[in-house]
């Protein structure tokens, strides 16, 4: 076999390759992208895809209930797929991961769905109805709504003592030594 035929083949080869990977890159084009919404007084934003007409208004979180709240307008039967941050939100029983339970419209709507899990987030399907308002999930741990503000009186708070203890100890300190 010449050079020129084995030059032949690796082109054939590599344009098969080429046009198949193409092919799964449009697939993926089609599909529905994430979208991202910013979680209300928090760091957070979660990532969500859905099937049916709906449109999500805002997410916030409730400290006491530790729930996330999402409020939505759904205009047709879908379904939701939602990827939680496991700091934001996460639901756990004797340390090990228990399913999300969701309501809508007041009413437990049963465990969300898992779809796929990680140490760092979780990814639930949720089914909604045309005519959903809000959307309850339900953990048993939540970050609290106040996060930058109390990183902010937290470090006042430590410089204070720090400044206090020094001029403490150094006035002390002086006495001591005369």
Known sequence: M????????????????????DVSAQ?????APNKVINVTNTKFSIQYSNTGIVKILSAKTDVQAKS???TVQATKDGLLTITLPRELIDR????????????????????AKENSKTSTQRT???????GTHVVVISGTQIVPEFG?????????GIIGVVIMSRIFFRSHFFKIIQ
């Open 68 to 70: 996330l709240v999402i």
């Open 148 to 156: 930058p503000v109390a990183e902010m009186i937290i470090f006042i």
């Open 124 to 130: 639930i399907t949720i089914p909604f109805i045309d």
């Open 2 to 21: 010449s050079f020129s035929w084995l030059v032949a083949i690796g082109i054939l080869i590599s344009m098969a390759v080429f046009l198949s990977s």
């Open 92 to 111: 756990k029983d004797r340390g090990a991961d228990s399913p999300f339970f969701f309501v809508i419209g007041g009413y437990i709507s049963g465990d």
């Open 27 to 31: 697939e993926q084009a089609n599909s």
